[in-house]
């Protein structure tokens, strides 16, 4: 079983950053998929970013200008850097890792946008 653990979450205003940790508890290979979805009030679980083996990263069209996702694997971590933040990022993010065939999920780390 692997643990993942989100941080990094918070309030801030529109315009505004954020970045966002991942840890994992065992070691998540470079060629599996870790990613980043979020799911707002009322709203389904959507993918915001996703990095896996050398591919280029995956983002939703949503935060392609804006957000970053990258990966230090020697520390199983994915971290998002999120910039110009906008009201409509409000939601719970979501740590996911796909490793030895298994799908894995963090608990979540409110972010919200909002003056």
């Known amino acids: 079983q692997v643990q993942l653990v989100e941080s990094g979450g918070g309030v801030v205003q529109p315009g505004g950053s954020l970045r966002l940790s991942c840890v994992a508890s065992?070691?998540?290979?470079?060629?599996?998929?870790m990613a980043w979805y979020r799911q707002a009030p009322g709203k389904e679980r959507e993918l915001v970013a996703r990095?896996?083996?050398?591919?280029?990263?995956e983002y939703a069209s949503s935060v392609a200008d804006r957000f970053t996702i990258s990966r230090d694997n020697a520390k199983n971590m994915v971290y998002l850097q999120m910039t110009n933040l906008r009201p409509e990022d409000t939601a719970v993010y979501y740590c996911?890792?796909?490793?030895?065939?298994?799908?894995?999920w963090g608990r979540g780390t409110q972010v919200t946008v909002s003056s």
């Open positions: 065992e070691r998540v290979l470079s060629t599996d998929a």
């Open positions: 996911y890792a796909r490793t030895s065939g298994s799908d894995y």
């Open positions: 990095r896996r083996g050398g591919r280029d990263p």
